[in-house]
């Protein structure tokens, strides 16, 4: 069965705070996606990457950077976290359209 | 970045009744999707929707890709508490390296 890890399911940070979130796919895919989902806004993307070192902006990049170093993993960095990040972080691989999501991070800062 | 309008926002429904949602947009999509979030873990695909006036149905599930390229709908026949969650449309272009665009998602209660 494929899966989609993300390495936690609630994490609590304080503001200011450089944050990780990990996402790891076993499926060989070579796209990973991260969003974000709050009430009422549905899925933002805020990065994706279609290939190892590669990645793209997507529609709320500020704030956030990614890292991917090798193919089955695809980190979200929150350089100085700030309240307005406290959210559910989504996860995502694919080889085309069909999107394979990890069980989401929800990120609290305090 | 562009999303979808999809509708309704909510719905509360009696078991056993049926549900449908809908998703629209400006621009034509060549392939669209349904993803459903159950609470607490994220979306899972539904029924992927590959040509324009396609039907398609998964057990009590169908769908429909729009004529024009640009809307689709999903009907939830006799629903049962397990169907509470998140439902959320999505498009593809299939052009090159472009992310899916996603609606903001129908959120559906089940009343027993």
């Known amino acids: 069965d494929v899966k989609v890890t993300q390495s936690s399911r609630y994490l609590v940070k304080r503001t200011g705070e450089k944050v990780f979130l990990e996402c790891v796919q076993d499926m060989d895919h070579e796209n990973m996606f991260w969003y974000r989902q709050d009430p009422g806004l549905g899925l933002r993307l805020i990065y994706f990457?279609?290939?190892?070192?590669?990645?793209e902006k997507g529609d709320i990049p500020e704030g956030y950077s990614v890292s991917r170093e090798k193919k089955e993993r695809f980190s979200l960095i929150l350089e100085s976290a700030s309240t307005n990040q406290t959210s559910m972080y989504l996860c995502?691989?694919?080889?085309?359209?069909?999107?394979?999501f990890g069980s989401g991070t929800r990120l609290t800062v305090v | 970045g562009q999303q979808l309008n999809q509708s309704p926002q909510s719905m509360f429904i009696q078991e056993g009744e049926d549900v449908s949602m809908n998703c629209t947009s400006s621009?034509?999509?060549?392939?669209w999707l349904w993803y459903k979030q159950d609470p607490g873990e994220g979306p899972v695909l539904l029924i992927a929707l590959y040509k324009a006036g396609e039907l398609t149905s998964n057990g009590r599930l169908t769908a429909q890709f729009g004529i024009t390229r640009k809307d689709s709908f999903l009907n939830i026949s006799a629903s049962i508490p397990s169907d509470v969650g998140i439902y959320f449309c999505a498009g593809s272009r299939n052009s090159g390296n472009t992310p899916l665009v996603f609606g903001k998602g129908t959120r559906l209660s089940v009343i027993a």
């Open positions: 995502a691989s694919s080889l085309s359209w069909g999107y394979t």
């Open positions: 990457s279609y290939d190892v070192k590669m990645k």
């Open positions: 621009s034509i999509f060549n392939t």
